[in-house]
């Protein structure tokens, strides 16, 4: 059955192919890049071409574009099916570095423009009484690593949101879940912003061989397993394609690292069972 599909972030990397791959199954998608008419016009162009693909010229930070996007969806095909929020940005460094203006704009773009897609969007979903809501997340979410700290905040808090979502909603025939990328060569990861406070930077010379030894390690990941961002776009096709209901609450996408990240998700999986059961809740968790 031919589904109504919101993408953000689709000018490059994995919002550029999970577009491709839902479309391709005859899927209407609605695809999100921001400044179609400057940088990103050829990439926006290119994408238009796509059967069955509609860009929508989109600021995530803009609240009122945001609601420009779903009432131009709304007005066309009278319904949302599934939210993709793949759009985010990344920040490495130390935290110190990170002033209160760095925080914001990761958290604008990671978590609240997010949240407002979903708050959009949900209405729509309880009156057909199915939907889903895909949030793309990373391995950040389940471990906050050093120089990652506020990209990792970010990704904490949109799974939190996301978790406590998941068990309110799905009563409703609607599934909010999370998708855990690991470490994939797109563009987004040669985008890295840094924070603007560099007065810090002379105080943690200590630590300068470890970003170094980090990158490293990335590196050889990536020769030793050559990870295929085709990989997350697979997985969006993957949960849209299961029946409501059944869609795992995290779902990893990670040739590299992602047993260990599966792991940790299993182990607190086990606990948060727990904890529902212990305030009652526990007829939630089914």
Do not use: C
């Amino acid at each position: 059955m031919k589904k109504v599909v919101l993408i953000t972030g689709t000018n490059s990397g994995f919002g550029w192919l999970t577009a491709h791959s839902v479309a391709a199954l005859g899927h209407k998608v609605y695809a999100t890049i921001r400044d179609t008419n400057g940088k990103n016009a050829e990439r926006a162009k290119a994408l238009a071409a796509v059967e069955n693909v509609t860009v929508l010229d989109v600021s995530l930070t803009d609240e009122a574009s945001l609601q420009n996007a779903i009432d131009t969806i709304i007005a066309a095909e009278g319904t949302i099916d599934v939210l993709v929020n793949n759009a985010g940005v990344s920040m490495f460094g130390v935290a110190e570095a990170s002033t209160a203006a760095d925080l914001q704009r990761m958290f604008d773009v990671n978590v609240i423009a997010p949240w407002r897609l979903m708050k959009m969007a949900l209405p729509y979903m309880r009156k057909q009484s199915e939907g889903l809501i895909i949030n793309v997340s990373s391995g950040f979410g389940t471990f906050s690593f050093p120089f990652s700290a506020i990209y990792g905040a970010s990704k904490f808090a949109l799974e939190g949101l996301v978790e406590g979502l998941h068990y309110e909603v799905r009563p409703l025939g609607i599934d909010a879940v999370i998708l855990q990328p690991g470490a994939f060569p797109t563009e987004m990861a040669q985008k890295n912003l840094a924070g603007s406070d560099t007065s810090v930077d002379e105080g943690y010379k200590i630590l300068e061989e470890y970003p170094q030894q980090m990158f490293a390690a990335i590196a050889q990941m990536f020769e030793k397993n050559q990870p295929d961002p085709q990989l997350v776009a697979d997985a969006v096709v993957d949960l849209i394609n299961l029946p409501k209901g059944e869609r795992p609450l995290r779902t990893v996408a990670d040739p590299s690292t992602g047993d260990i990240v599966r792991a940790a998700n299993d182990a607190v999986k086990v606990e948060f069972a727990n904890v529902m059961t212990a305030f009652g809740l526990k007829g939630l968790l089914y």
